[in-house]
């Protein structure tokens, strides 16, 4: 249920953000909220298909090639299905017909603005644990490593290569640049994110 709810608050935002189609849809009659579900979808799909013949009717009157047809042809046939998958979702507002859609928006809403407030965002280093920080900084010295790499090897147009001189190099590169992220994570990261920890968690929709 509270996946369905989700979905159906997802498509909102996509398709109904100021919600006129769902205060339509919710003083209705359940069994007519359902035909409309049924009917539209219906509709759609025959839509979708007619559209698709014309388009491809249009893409091969110009005598494109074969490959650019195949491709073009591919392209539409996964919009429609994307199309399709959406308007399925139109379903799901039916589990959302009794919630209280605007608490939950206005909930949301306040949560964000805490969050943005108090720096809580997921992508702050601050906010990642121990795994994902020596992650990002391992990432962070493999595309040093690559820059350097890059560079030695272009070098050998003006010089000789000196791999041990290079391995060397790295070597003491690595030294000094865990001993500087270790310091950096200890004096900076760590010290906010004690104080990020301090910080009480903002609960949004017990219901969903």
């Known amino acids: ?24 849809l919710q003083p209705l009659n359940n069994y007519f909220r ?33 490959t650019v047809e195949s491709i073009i042809i591919s392209m539409f046939g996964f919009f429609k299905i994307l199309s399709m998958v959406l308007m399925f979702g139109f379903f799901f507002l039916e589990f959302i017909i009794d919630f209280d859609v605007e608490k939950y928006q206005k909930e949301k809403e306040d949560k964000e603005n805490y969050i943005k407030a108090n720096k809580l965002q997921w992508w702050r280093l601050r906010n990642c644990n121990w795994f994902f920080r020596i992650v990002i900084y391992t990432i962070i010295f493999i595309i040093l490593f690559l820059f350097l790499l890059n560079s030695f090897l272009n070098s050998a147009e003006i010089k000789p290569l000196d791999f041990v001189g290079f391995v060397t190099f790295i070597k003491q590169f690595l030294a000094v640049y865990v001993v500087v992220f270790m310091l950096f994570d200890y004096k900076f990261v760590q010290r906010a994110r004690k104080k990020v920890l301090q910080i009480s968690n903002f609960e949004v929709g017990e219901k969903v």
């Open 34 to 66: 359902w035909f409309l579900y049924v009917s539209t979808n219906i509709a759609f799909y025959f839509f979708i298909n007619f559209m698709e013949k014309i388009s491809i009717s249009f893409i091969i009157s110009y005598s494109f090639d074969s």
């Open 1 to 24: 249920m509270k996946i369905a709810i989700k979905i159906a608050l997802i498509w909102l935002l996509i398709f109904d953000k100021h919600r006129l189609l769902f205060k339509t």
